[in-house]
């Protein structure tokens, strides 16, 4: 099979393109070694040079893995960076609903494994933030982001207090897209008003141990915001979450690494 391409980086692209969509179809078992460069170069008919940056480039995704002397092992079918591209491109309605979901099992987790310090954690954070109120009790004008950062320090203690390494792992990469919307929604006066007690009955359900007291908490804190999403786009559930006209909702965000785009916007408190 020939692979045409206009230029040296785009045949490289074209080739990382074909060996991804082999892995993804089963060509090569995950932990089986994949042909080598030669066998590639002659089925893809490219040069040795095009396999080999193209491998570089699956290498580094985290699909493949090389050990010296052995050859090129299959690590993972799927590209981690085409799931980050599949949330990037959520509506913002999915990506409030991924926010629920990691929150409200944290939190389930938490009331069932936190230790004391994890609750000191949680509290220090919610008295940082309470000094970035006025006298109103609303976040301090001017002082949206360091209001910002100690919500979400609370939320990932709140995370970190289920002792799941993968869950806080990926609740703190998805952290800085919360964090960035919730900026965005604190100028906007569509979306509700983040109530301190909220955090505080989350807190106190976490610590009663009850995993489902501490998720029916984790998911009433972010039952507003979900509303107020709703009503903005006309839609309930069942509906499309995509804004009218492709207009920018209030607290659209991009994800982390990707400053501009504007896959949705998990905000709210």
């Given at each position: 099979?020939?692979?045409?391409?206009?230029?040296?980086?785009?045949?490289?692209?074209?080739?990382?393109?074909?060996?991804?969509?082999?892995?993804?179809?089963?060509?090569?078992?995950?932990?089986?070694?994949?042909?080598?460069?030669?066998?590639?170069?002659?089925?893809?008919?490219?040069?040795?040079?095009?396999?080999?940056?193209?491998?570089?480039?699956?290498?580094?995704?985290g699909m493949l893995r090389s050990r010296q002397g052995e050859g090129t092992f299959v690590v993972a079918t799927a590209d981690p960076g085409e799931i980050v591209r599949g949330v990037q491109r959520a509506d913002v309605r999915?990506?409030?609903?991924?926010?629920?979901?990691?929150?409200?099992?944290?939190?389930?987790?938490?009331?069932?494994?936190?230790?004391?310090?994890?609750?000191?954690?949680?509290?220090?954070?919610?008295?940082?933030?309470?000094?970035?109120?006025?006298?109103?009790?609303?976040?301090?004008?001017?002082?949206?982001?360091?209001?910002?950062?100690?919500?979400?320090?609370?939320?990932?203690?709140?995370?970190?207090?289920?002792?799941?390494?993968?869950?806080?792992?990926?609740?703190?990469?998805?952290?800085?897209?919360?964090?960035?919307?919730?900026?965005?929604?604190?100028?906007?006066?569509?979306?509700?008003?983040?109530?301190?007690?909220?955090?505080?009955?989350?807190?106190?359900?976490?610590?009663?141990?009850?995993?489902?007291?501490?998720?029916?908490?984790?998911?009433?804190?972010?039952?507003?915001?979900?509303?107020?999403?709703?009503?903005?786009?006309?839609?309930?559930?069942?509906?499309?979450?995509?804004?009218?006209?492709?207009?920018?909702?209030?607290?659209?965000?991009?994800?982390?690494?990707?400053?501009?785009?504007?896959?949705?916007?998990?905000?709210?408190?």
């Open positions: 099979m020939a692979l045409r391409a206009a230029g040296r980086q785009s045949l490289v692209d074209t080739v990382v393109g074909e060996l991804r969509a082999q892995l993804a179809a089963g060509e090569w078992p995950v932990g089986e070694r994949i042909p080598t460069e030669h066998a590639l170069a002659e089925q893809l008919q490219v040069g040795r040079n095009t396999v080999r940056e193209a491998v570089r480039v699956l290498v580094h995704a999915d990506v409030l609903e991924l926010r629920i979901a990691l929150e409200a099992e944290g939190a389930r987790l938490a009331a069932l494994r936190h230790q004391p310090a994890d609750l000191e954690r949680m509290r220090a954070a919610l008295a940082a933030q309470a000094a970035f109120r006025d006298s109103r009790g609303r976040p301090t004008h001017g002082q949206y982001e360091l209001y910002a950062e100690h919500d979400i320090e609370f939320h990932i203690a709140v995370v970190d207090a289920a002792h799941n390494a993968a869950l806080s792992a990926t609740y703190a990469w998805f952290s800085s897209s919360v964090r960035d919307a919730l900026v965005a929604s604190l100028h906007d006066h569509h979306m509700p008003r983040i109530h301190e007690t909220d955090h505080h009955d989350l807190v106190d359900a976490i610590a009663t141990g009850d995993p489902q007291t501490a998720e029916r908490a984790a998911r009433a804190l972010l039952a507003k915001p979900k509303r107020a999403v709703e009503a903005l786009l006309g839609t309930g559930d069942g509906g499309s979450a995509q804004p009218p006209g492709g207009a920018q909702l209030p607290g659209d965000a991009g994800l982390p690494g990707e400053a501009g785009s504007s896959p949705g916007s998990p905000s709210g408190g």
